[in-house]
């Protein structure tokens, strides 16, 4: 999650924009969520376009930006979005 400081309004959104144009032009798979954006992908390039989107902001004017990063990695089987959700509901049929 890329989040500005210190600028002024409550809103978010044109900033949260900004970062995700950034995200496009990397053609990693994502999925915008009303409370962050999840990224899937190889984890190198993923680290290299977060900071582009860290950056980005400071390049808009931000003086302060917060980034943080989660990462799931698993090595015995991949690891999907749609997987991981698939799973959750195959369960609650249970």
């Given at each position: ?22 995200l ?16 899937e ?12 989107m860290?950056?980005i ?23 999907t979005?749609?997987?991981k ?10």
């Amino acid at each position: 999650m890329v989040t500005p400081l210190g600028t002024g309004s409550p809103s978010l959104s044109a900033y949260v924009a900004k970062v995700h144009k950034v995200l496009e032009k990397s053609g990693l798979k994502y999925q915008l969520t009303p409370m962050s954006t999840i990224v899937e992908g190889d984890v190198d390039e993923i680290l290299k376009v977060a900071k582009e989107m860290h950056e980005i902001l400071f390049k808009e004017g931000v003086k302060r930006v917060v980034t943080s990063i989660r990462i799931d990695e698993r090595r015995d089987k991949e690891l999907t979005m749609e997987g991981k959700v698939k799973a959750v509901i195959e369960k609650l049929k249970e």
